[in-house]
């Protein structure tokens, strides 16, 4: 089955600048941006600029360029938050993908959680 991406996704939108965003941090591959639901002091999101719906997606069609942009975009941010181990007390990354994953937005993000004890890992939904 191929990757179906979604251009009227919100953060295909926010891409375009159909949606005003909190950008902490942009560069040639990647925009990283407040949570409008914040689950802690930090928590930011990191997207690839380019289509794709998740990791697995990104994984098997992202350039090499953009993979490398990507993945230095969401070091960069980590060091922007403070949380990385050289500065703080380190953070979670989060990269849901589809139903099981519980994915709200179909656009490939990782969230960068930080500032406090983030608990467990994850709680059973059933
Ligand atoms: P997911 O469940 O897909 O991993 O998480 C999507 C995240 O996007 C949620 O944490 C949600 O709060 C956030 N979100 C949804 N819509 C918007 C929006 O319009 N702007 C921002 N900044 N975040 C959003």
């Given at each position: 089955?191929?990757y179906?991406y ?12 159909e949606i005003?965003?909190n950008?902490v941090?942009e560069?040639?591959?990647a ?10 002091p930090?928590h930011v ?8 719906v ?7 069609d992202?350039?090499d360029?953009e993979?490398?942009?990507y993945?230095?975009a ?9 949380v990385?181990l050289t ?12 139903a ?9 993000h990782?969230?960068i959680l930080?500032g406090r004890?983030?608990g467990?890992m994850?709680?059973?939904?059933d």
């Amino acid at each position: 089955m191929a990757y179906n991406y979604d251009n009227q996704n919100i953060f295909a939108k926010i891409l375009r600048g159909e949606i005003p965003n909190n950008t902490v941090y942009e560069s040639e591959h990647a925009l990283a941006f407040r949570d409008i639901q914040p689950q802690a002091p930090t928590h930011v999101l990191v997207i690839p600029k380019g289509p794709y719906v998740s990791f697995d997606h990104f994984a098997a069609d992202a350039t090499d360029a953009e993979i490398i942009g990507y993945i230095r975009a969401i070091s960069e941010v980590c060091k922007a938050e403070g949380v990385t181990l050289t500065q703080g007390e380190g953070f979670r990354m989060i990269s849901n993908a589809g139903a099981h994953g519980v994915q709200e937005v179909p656009h490939l993000h990782v969230h960068i959680l930080g500032g406090r004890n983030m608990g467990r890992m994850i709680a059973r939904a059933d």
